[in-house]
């Protein structure tokens, strides 16, 4: 998901409105959802993961977008961080769901 924030001033510390960052260190931030739905950020620094509603970065707390919940419904978004081997798997392993769906959905001429 793009850079995609809005900043605002609350208690003296810029909060920042993310569907995601990457920072140049290489830690990034992830939008995921919890399981009662609410928005959450997902902090990974390369070695290990963290969730929570907000982080504190410097001088800034990041904070999930506020999304429509009726967009919000039709997203799927992560919910948690699972092990997925080789890059090289992973890639194989959506490529090939990517077939699989858009053969089941072609319509033959």
Do not use: C
Not at 48 to 73: C, M, Y
């Amino acid at each position: 998901m793009p850079d995609q924030k809005v900043s605002h001033q609350q208690a003296d510390k810029p909060v920042v409105h993310t569907g995601g960052q990457v920072f140049s260190d290489g830690s990034v931030l992830e939008l995921i959802q919890g399981p009662n739905g609410q928005l959450k950020l997902l902090s990974w620094d390369g070695k290990s993961a963290k969730t929570a509603g907000q982080f504190v970065r410097g001088e800034e707390t990041f904070v999930p977008l506020r999304v429509d919940p009726v967009i919000l419904r039709a997203m799927r978004l992560p919910s948690k961080i699972a092990k997925y081997g080789s890059t090289r798997k992973l890639f194989s392993e959506i490529s090939g769901l990517i077939s699989r769906a858009t053969q089941a959905t072609s319509v033959s001429p």
